[in-house]
C-alpha cells in the first residue's frame, strides 16, 4: 500500500515493548537466572476471577476463569523464595531495576512521576501465582525522533516478569517460577505510527536505547506487541510481533483482514490476537478492561527522591546508533560478526574482552554465533545458554587459550561441554595426543601415501585425531618429513 492509502483507511498503530532488565528480581532478592536443571519440588494451585475496586470483572479474567484449568508451578531450593510462591509479601523494591527504568524513561524524554503507587493487574491465565501482575507507571508524555517526526511515549512502566510456560493441555498447564518476578520494563508509544515502515524505525530505534542500558540480552528477553486500528474502529492488540521485518508485514496482514470484516459488516477490534511467522494472527482472548488493575497494598508508595533523580540524570549511558557501529566494526572484522554482534547488544562486553585478549572474530563467535548454534543443535534453552556464557565463563576460556593450554580449534567443543553440564574445569582438559607419537603416525600415513601436499596430509592427520592435535605442530612435522 502507498503512503496515502494508509492515510485513507486511518491506519493508527502504537507499539508496546517489554524487556528484561539484568539484575536480580523486582521485588525479592532471588537471582533472575534462567534454569535448565530439573526442578526442586511443585506446587499445584487453582485461579478464580475476582471483583476489582470499582466491583466489576475483568473480562479477560472470567474468560480464563470459566476453562476451569489446575496450574502446576516448578520451582528450585537455591533460587526461589515464598514472594514467588505468593507465600510472603513482596520485600522492597529493587533499587538497581528503578535506577535502570528511570534511565530509560529519561532517554525517551518522558516526564517522571514523584510518587508512584504500585499496582496489581489481574492476570489468570496462570502465569502468575498470585493471579496478578504487579506493576507501577513510572513515566509519561515522552517522545522520540524518526525521521523529523516526533513519535509520542504514553508511559513506562516497571512489572514483574510472568512464569515460563513449560507445557499445556485442555485441563492442566505447568510452568516455571525461575522467570516469575524479573524485572520487565515496559515502553508503550502513542498511536501516532501512520505505516507499517515506521513501525519498524520505531521498534529499532527503541531496541537501541535500550541496548545502551543494563538490559538481558538474547532470545526470550524481549517481547513486542503492537497494537492497531483502522477507520477509527475499537484496537486490536497482536502479541509476539518480535522481528523489525515481521512488523512490517503483520500490519499489512491484519490491514487486509479488518478490511475483509469491514465488508462484511462485522465489528473487528478489543481482542488479543498472536503473531505468526507468516504474517497472519491468530485469536487469543478478548482485550482487558480497566477492571483488571488494583492497588497493591503490600508495598507503600514508592517515593522518587530529587537526589536520586538527579544522580540518574547525571550518568546517562551514551546511545550508539547501529549504522556507526556497523561502520566501525566492519573494518575490523566479518561484517556479518559485527552484525550479530549489535543485534545481540553484545558489543560493550565485546569491546572490553577484545581489549584484554584481542582474536576480535574469536570473540564474536564466542558471544553470538556458537551460543545459538550450540543452543538449536543440543536443543537446549535460549535463555539458559545466555546465562551459561556469562563474562566469567568467556574469559576463563579466553585465559586458557592465551596460556596455550587449549587452541581455538578446541573452542566451540569446550562450549558444547560446558552448556551440557560439565563443570569449566573438566570441559577446558583437552586429550592432546604426544608429540612423539604424533611423528610416528605422520610419518606412516607419507610412507603409506607419498607425494600428496602439506594440505592434504594435514586433513588426514586431523580426521584421524580430531581435535587431539595442535595444527602448527603437524605442519612443522610435515615439512620436516616430505622435505
Avoid at 543494563?214 to 483502522?230: A, E, F, H, P, Y
Wanted: some cysteine; overall charge neutral.
Amino acid at each position: 500500500m502507498k503512503e496515502e492509502d494508509y492515510s485513507r483507511i486511518k491506519l493508527k498503530v502504537g507499539i508496546e515493548i517489554h524487556q528484561q532488565l539484568d539484575t536480580n528480581k523486582l521485588f525479592c532478592e532471588c537471582p533472575s537466572t534462567l534454569r535448565q536443571d530439573n526442578p526442586n519440588f511443585k506446587v499445584k494451585r487453582k485461579l478464580r476471577a475476582v471483583s476489582g475496586e470499582e466491583g466489576t470483572k475483568d473480562i479477560a479474567a472470567e474468560y480464563e476463569h470459566f476453562r476451569e484449568r489446575n496450574f502446576v508451578y516448578e520451582g528450585y531450593n537455591d533460587t526461589t523464595c515464598l514472594v514467588e510462591l505468593d507465600e510472603e509479601p513482596p520485600h522492597e523494591i529493587n533499587k538497581e531495576a528503578l535506577k535502570i527504568a528511570i534511565q530509560l524513561a529519561l532517554m525517551l524524554n518522558c516526564g517522571i512521576n514523584p510518587v508512584i503507587q504500585v499496582m496489581r493487574k489481574t492476570v489468570v491465565d496462570g502465569s502468575n501465582t498470585s493471579g496478578f501482575q504487579r506493576t507501577l507507571l513510572l513515566a509519561e508524555k515522552g517522545f522520540l525522533e524518526i525521521d523529523g517526526e516526533k513519535i509520542g511515549i504514553q508511559s513506562i512502566c516497571l512489572e514483574e516478569d510472568a512464569c515460563k510456560k513449560i507445557s499445556e493441555n485442555e485441563k492442566e498447564v505447568t510452568y516455571r517460577l525461575d522467570r516469575l518476578g524479573i524485572p520487565l520494563v515496559e515502553i508503550a508509544t502513542d498511536p501516532d505510527i501512520t505505516n507499517p515502515e515506521q513501525a519498524k524505525k520505531v521498534s529499532l530505534r527503541i531496541g537501541e536505547i535500550l541496548r545502551a542500558c543494563n538490559v538481558k540480552r538474547g532470545l526470550g528477553t524481549i517481547r513486542q506487541d503492537v497494537n492497531m486500528s483502522i477507520q477509527g474502529k475499537e484496537r486490536t492488540e497482536i502479541k509476539g510481533v518480535q522481528e523489525p521485518d515481521l512488523i512490517i508485514k503483520t500490519i499489512q496482514t491484519e490491514i487486509e483482514r479488518q478490511k475483509a470484516l469491514l465488508e462484511l459488516k462485522k465489528p473487528i477490534g478489543n481482542e488479543v490476537r498472536k503473531a505468526n511467522i507468516d504474517g497472519s494472527t491468530t485469536f487469543l482472548r478478548p482485550l482487558p478492561g480497566k477492571a483488571r488493575m488494583y492497588p497493591e497494598t503490600d508495598i507503600p508508595l514508592i517515593i522518587i527522591e530529587k537526589k536520586f533523580l538527579e544522580e540518574i540524570k547525571n550518568n546517562l549511558p551514551r546511545i550508539r546508533l547501529k549504522e556507526d557501529t556497523l561502520n566501525e566494526l566492519s573494518q575490523e572484522m566479518n561484517k556479518e560478526l559485527a552484525k550479530a554482534i549489535i543485534i545481540d547488544g553484545k558489543l560493550d562486553l565485546f569491546e572490553k574482552l577484545v581489549k584484554i585478549y584481542g582474536r576480535n572474530e574469536l570473540i564474536a563467535k564466542m558471544l553470538s554465533i556458537w551460543p545459538k548454534e550450540i543452543s538449536s543443535h543440543e536443543k537446549i534453552v535460549a535463555g539458559y545458554i545466555e546465562n551459561v556464557f556469562d563474562q566469567k565463563t568467556i574469559e576463563r576460556i579466553l585465559k586458557t587459550l592465551n596460556e596455550k593450554k587449549i587452541e581455538e580449534s578446541d573452542i566451540k567443543k569446550i562450549m558444547g561441554k560446558i552448556a551440557k553440564g560439565s563443570s569449566i574445569e573438566r570441559a577446558l582438559v583437552v586429550e592432546k595426543i604426544d608429540s612423539g607419537d604424533l611423528e610416528k603416525d605422520i610419518k606412516q600415513i607419507i610412507k603409506e601415501k607419498p607425494g600428496l601436499g602439506i594440505n592434504a596430509y594435514m586433513g588426514l592427520i586431523m580426521q584421524k585425531h580430531k581435535g587431539k592435535v595442535n595444527a602448527l605442530e603437524i605442519v612443522e612435522i610435515i615439512k620436516k618429513n616430505i622435505g
